[in-house]
Every structure is written in C-alpha cells, then in structure tokens.
C-alpha cells in the first residue's frame, strides 16, 4: 500500500512538473498556420456580403485558434518617441487596436476613459494605434491619463506576424484580452456602434461593453472560468 501511495505521488508530481514546463503556444505561432485560409474564405464571405458567413468564420479563428495562446512580446512605440514592449505591462490588459483613420462614435472615447479611470487600478488599459503619427498625437490629447495609446512604427515591425495579423486579419478597432501573463482570454470586434449615433446611446452601450471586457479580466484574476458568448 505505501509503495502504491508512493507511486501514485511520484506520477502527480512529474505531471504537474510536465505542465508548468511545456512550452506556451505563441499567438504568431498559432495563427501562422491558420491566417491564409481564413483570409481566403473572409475575402470570399465578404465578397459575397455574406456577412453572417464572416462572422461565424471570426469567431470560430477566436475560439478554435487565438484563445489560450500567448501574445508575442513585440515592441512599440510611446510618444514622445520611446519603444515599450508589451510584456513590461504586469497587470491583465485590455487593448483595443484602432486606426487613425477610424472615426470613434461620440460617446466611444469618454467612455473608455471612465472605464479606464475608475479600473487603472486592476487593469492595464492600451490602445494601439496604426496610421499617421501626427494624427495619433492629436487624437492622444482625448485619452485619459490611465489609457496607454501607443503607435506601431510599421518600418520597425515589418515582419512582424503578430503585428500584421492585428491590422491586415484581425481589422480595426478590435479588442484583445490578455491575463498577466499574456495568455489571450478573448478577441471582439468593435463595430457594433453607428458613429451617428446620438451621445447619450453611443455613451450607454459602450460603457456597457467595455465594462464587460473588464469584467472577464476580473473573473480570470480570481479563477472563475466562466464561457465566452458571442
């Protein structure tokens, strides 16, 4: 009996010792395999206007694909001119990657940064822009102080798969969810809300939807597993 209880330890302890030893599946890795044959079939979805058909094809890229892997710790830039790399953020993070050409609903922006203000203390809030640095600068002045908006200097990260895939695959404004250790929780597409839509709408359902975002990186800090609908 001693030797089997002996025996029964020694196994659980090579198992637990074989998970936290196995190597973490990086994002790039995991889409690298994936990304031709979703871009063909989106392309044709869209095409098509078949847009119920593009939407399944993203969600199903989400959950069979992204989610559980680990995003790259590839580098950026914070103005005025100082590269940040992703992983020097220890806290679970909402990043929202935007273009500077995407025109925000009027109520999109003030409510991210009350969302941000009232959850900096929990979340490491970040939005990654693409496009013109001059406009980003200007677009910046919006932002609270709790919101981190950094810009890709596509020169830099030309051959960058994570970086590629979020601006060319994944399109804008689309939210990623990361735990503190990076681990990808969720990906959301962002374009549920009209830009004409009157402040006070624009304002409700954002807030609604960005703290609902933090509620997911809550629920992962304390370990309830809880499944993404969509």
């Known amino acids: 009996m001693g030797r089997q209880l002996l025996l029964l330890f020694l196994i659980c302890s090579f198992t637990a010792l074989s998970q936290e030893y196995e190597p973490k599946k990086l994002f790039s890795q995991a889409i690298g ?3 031709r044959k979703y871009r ?3 392309k044709k979805a869209y095409i098509s206007k078949d847009l119920e058909r593009a939407e399944f094809l993203f969600d199903s890229l989400v959950n069979k694909v ?3 892997t680990y995003i790259d710790n590839f580098r950026v830039r914070k103005f005025p001119h100082r590269k940040v790399e992703l992983y020097k953020f220890e ?3 909402y990043l929202i990657t935007y273009a500077s050409w995407c025109v925000p609903g009027s109520g999109e ?5 009350d969302v941000a203000d009232r959850y900096n203390d ?12 001059k406009k980003i600068r200007k677009i910046r002045r919006k932002f609270s102080k709790n919101v981190n908006v950094l810009y890709v200097d596509e020169k830099e990260n030309r051959y960058d798969l994570a970086i590629r895939t979020m601006k060319h695959s994944l399109g804008f404004p689309t939210s990623f969810f990361f735990d503190k250790d990076k681990k990808i929780l969720d990906v959301r597409r962002n374009f549920m809300h009209h830009y004409l839509e009157r402040y006070s709408s624009s304002y409700n359902s954002n807030y609604q939807s960005f ?6 990186l809550q629920r992962d800090s304390i370990g309830v ?3 993404v609908y969509r």
């Open 33 to 35: 395999k994936n990304i």
């Open 40 to 42: 063909r079939e989106a």
């Open 66 to 68: 992204i989610i559980g």
């Open 91 to 93: 806290k679970p993070i």
């Open 109 to 113: 922006l003030p409510a991210f940064n």
């Open 122 to 133: 929990e979340v490491d809030f970040i939005v990654l822009f693409w496009g013109s640095k």
């Open 211 to 216: 703290t609902s975002g933090v509620a997911l």
């Open 225 to 227: 597993k809880t499944k």
